[in-house]
Nanobody
Framework: QVQLQESGPGLLKPSQTLSLTCTVS??????????WSWIRQPPGKGLEWFGY???????YYSPSLKSRTSISRDTSKNQFTLQLSSVTPEDTAVYYC?????????WGQGTQVTVSS
């Protein structure tokens, strides 16, 4: 079973760039298990999907967040990373890395990110 674990800063100031890393164990991110994704849930709101990184290295981003989002990977560490630029307090949320792969779908435990001056 593939397991995912998020890591990164919990507190940022407005205008900074958020960088979160997802460390994957139990399988390689270069295998075709599905789509390596980032999702967040702001307080009191629903889930919001950023986009995905395919096993090939190709990426696809949600149009609503595309201008501020970058998803990349380090295959030597079996990790993939989310970068979100120009954060505002509205980016405060619990951030999850997720493998979307049918019956292989697996979620990280989530990490709280707070944007505050």
């Amino acid at each position: 079973q593939v397991q995912l674990q998020e890591s990164g800063p919990g507190l940022l100031k407005p205008s900074q760039t958020l960088s979160l890393t997802c460390t994957v164990s139990g399988g390689s991110i270069t295998n075709n298990y599905g789509y390596w994704s980032w999702i967040r849930q702001p307080p009191g709101k629903g889930l919001e999907w950023f986009g995905y990184l395919a096993y090939s290295g190709n990426t696809y981003y949600s149009p609503s967040l595309k201008s501020r989002t970058s998803i990349s990977r380090d295959t030597s560490k079996n990790q993939f990373t989310l970068q979100l630029s120009s954060v505002t307090p509205e980016d405060t949320a619990v951030y999850y890395c997720v493998l979307i792969g049918g019956r292989l779908t697996s979620w990280g435990q989530g990490t709280q990110v707070t944007v505050s001056s």
